[in-house]
C-alpha cells in the first residue's frame, strides 16, 4: 500500500511564557491582564493585533501586564510608579528566559 | 471616542455576573453603560443587616486608570459616607489601582459597612456616635436600614414630610 499526502494544513499555537503558569492552575482569572481583564494573548484595547506589537512587561515584584496597559498607568501621577498589583514600586524585569522551554543550548 | 473604557466595563459585567461575590449586585443602565445601579445588602452581624443600600457608579473614559465615582441613593448614616450619598474610601481616592474592578469596589464598600474609620470621618456625628455610644449609633443605623427598603420616590417623600429619621 502506498500513502500520498495529497495537502496538509500546519497548525502553530502561540502563547506568552509568563514564567508562572504553573501557579496559575485552576485560576480562571490567571491568564488575563490585571488592567484590562483580556487575556495575555489578547492584545491591550488599544491594540488591534495580538503578539509582538502588543507584547507584555514583566517586574521585579513578578506581576505581569499588557506592556501598553502598564506605561499607561505609569505615566500617571495617581500611580506613583507602583505596580498596580501590590503597590511596591515598578521596576521593568529582564525578561525571564525559561531554560528549559526557551533558550536553545549555548555552545 | 474611546471604547477601551466600555469594553472593560462589559468585561467587569461578566466577572460579577457569572462569580459574583456575596452580597452585593450590580448592572449598567440598559441604555448607558458608563453609569451602573448596584445595591449592597448590609453584612450580617452589623448594625446594616438587611439593608438594601443603592448605589449609582458614573464611569468616564478614563476608567480603569481613574475610578469611578460612587454615590449612595439610599440616605446613610455612617461615619465615612457624606450627606449627599458621597463616600470617604481610600480606594475610591489617593488607593485606586487600575486592577480593580466593579465587583472589588462593591465589595470594599461592604467591608466598609462592617469596619467604619472613624478616624477620616464624612459625618462626624456618626463617628462621634460610633466611638462614644453605640447603642445610639446602632438606633440611627438601623432607621437607614429600614427607610433603604422604600422606594427612592417613597424615599423622597419622607424627606419632605420633614422625617428625616433623627426621630424615631
Known sequence: MKVVVKNWHAIAQWKWDTGNNDADDGDVEGDVCGICRVPYEGCCPSCKVPGDDCPLIWGECSHVFHMHCLLKWIGTAASKQQCPMDRRPWVTAERKVDATTNSAPTP | ?168
Request: net charge negative.
Open chain 2, 1 to 168: 471616542m474611546s471604547t477601551n473604557c466600555r469594553r472593560r466595563l462589559i468585561r467587569d459585567f461578566k466577572r460579577l455576573s457569572t462569580d459574583p461575590p456575596g452580597g452585593v449586585s450590580g448592572s449598567p443602565c440598559p441604555d448607558n453603560i458608563m453609569l451602573w445601579n448596584a445595591v449592597i445588602f448590609g453584612p450580617a452581624d452589623t448594625p446594616f443587616e438587611d439593608g438594601t443600600f443603592k448605589l449609582i457608579l458614573t464611569f468616564d473614559e478614563s476608567y480603569p486608570t481613574k475610578p469611578p465615582t460612587v454615590k449612595f441613593l439610599s440616605r446613610m448614616f455612617h461615619p465615612n459616607v457624606y450627606a449627599n450619598g458621597e463616600l470617604c474610601l481610600d480606594i475610591l481616592q489617593n488607593r485606586w489601582s487600575p486592577t480593580y474592578d466593579v465587583a472589588a469596589i462593591l465589595t470594599s464598600i461592604q467591608s466598609l459597612l462592617h469596619d467604619p474609620n472613624p478616624n477620616s470621618p464624612a459625618n462626624a456625628e456618626a463617628a462621634q456616635l460610633y466611638r462614644e455610644n453605640m447603642k445610639e449609633y446602632v438606633r440611627r443605623v438601623r432607621a437607614t436600614v429600614e427607610e433603604s427598603w422604600l422606594d427612592p420616590d417613597e424615599q423622597e417623600k419622607m424627606k419632605e414630610d420633614g422625617e428625616d429619621g433623627n426621630a424615631s
